[in-house]
Nanobody, 125 residues
Framework: VQLQASGGGLVQAGDSLRLSCAAS????????LAWFRQTPGKEREFVAA????????YYADSVKGRFTISRDNVKNTVYLQMNNLRPEDTAVYYC???????????????????WGQGTQVTVSS
């Protein structure tokens, strides 16, 4: 399974961005897809997750109400719509796929099997 993230960029506070993560590979059959983010010197932080079958979504408190995760099962793509961006949202954003994770672990990076390469999001004040 390969995950290709895209859509990052440099924006101003209050602006919006949409990240995409396209999955490929014959064995792609995830249970959850998620977005994490990381800044230098800090651990990778959970942002949002979506259950591939059914579309139930989960968010970190810091992004709830501003970010929306969605998926296209036909295109094997997960999106992260980010609105009202803040300087503290600046990070490298990673998408991840988990095949056998349980619900209580979806916020833990260790629960995910495959990772995209990351896309930089920079929000200026």
């Amino acid at each position: 399974v390969q995950l290709q993230a895209s859509g990052g960029g440099l924006v101003q506070a209050g602006d919006s961005l949409r990240l995409s993560c396209a999955a490929s590979g014959r064995t792609f059959s995830p249970r959850y897809l998620a977005w994490f983010r990381q800044t230098p010197g800090k651990e990778r932080e959970f942002v949002a997750a979506i259950k591939w079958s059914g579309g139930t979504t989960y968010y970190a408190d810091s992004v709830k109400g501003r970010f929306t995760i969605s998926r296209d099962n036909v295109k094997n793509t997960v999106y992260l719509q980010m609105n009202n961006l803040r300087p503290e949202d600046t990070a490298v954003y990673y998408c991840a796929s988990a095949g056998r994770i349980i619900l209580s672990n979806i916020r833990e990076p260790s629960g995910y099997d495959y990772w995209g390469q990351g896309t930089q999001v920079t929000v200026s004040s």
